[in-house]
């Protein structure tokens, strides 16, 4: 019989060990990734109308707000599709992700229904997005295929 605390570290080292787990994992690191790291890119390319929208949302420093969150954003995704810092990339992302769900995507103090709708969507999707980096983080511990491989954690 294996003690539980070392049933726990076999299960952590071999996390990628079946048939195209390792794969099927850089996949999903690029496309969550890569998909939030455009997301960034596009906070910088169109900073302007998102300093507007901050700042009908009543964020603090709206410009400011903008180009960290899109350099967070950027900086995160990149993380996780190298796989460098994850802990901190994904991290960081879950947070971000569940703040700006309720800050900036409050569907419902919105009256009209298609804003509320669009609203709604985007509060679903960073809510979504959070769970998924929440995932990234539980296994930012256990070294990562196809990776850097560089962190403090």
């Known amino acids: 019989m294996i003690p539980s605390d070392l049933a726990t570290v076999v299960l952590q080292t071999n996390v990628f060990d079946a048939a195209g787990a390792a794969e099927v994992f850089l996949l999903a690191r690029i496309l969550f990734g890569g998909v939030l790291a455009f997301m960034g890119l596009n906070h910088f390319m169109n900073v302007d109308e998102m300093t507007g929208y901050a700042e009908f949302k009543g964020l603090p420093a ?28 994904a991290g960081a992302l879950a947070v971000f992700l569940l703040v700006s769900a309720v800050t900036m995507h409050d569907f419902w103090t919105v009256d009209d229904p298609e804003e509320q709708q669009n609203e709604m969507t985007a509060f679903l999707k960073n809510t979504f997005g959070a769970g998924a980096a929440l995932g990234f983080l539980a296994l930012g511990g256990v070294a990562w295929p196809y990776a850097l491989g560089i962190g403090v954690f």
């Open 62 to 89: 709206p410009r400011l707000s903008v180009v960290g969150s899109g350099g967070l954003l950027v900086f995160g995704g990149l993380g996780l599709v190298v796989g460098a810092f994850p802990v901190l990339a």
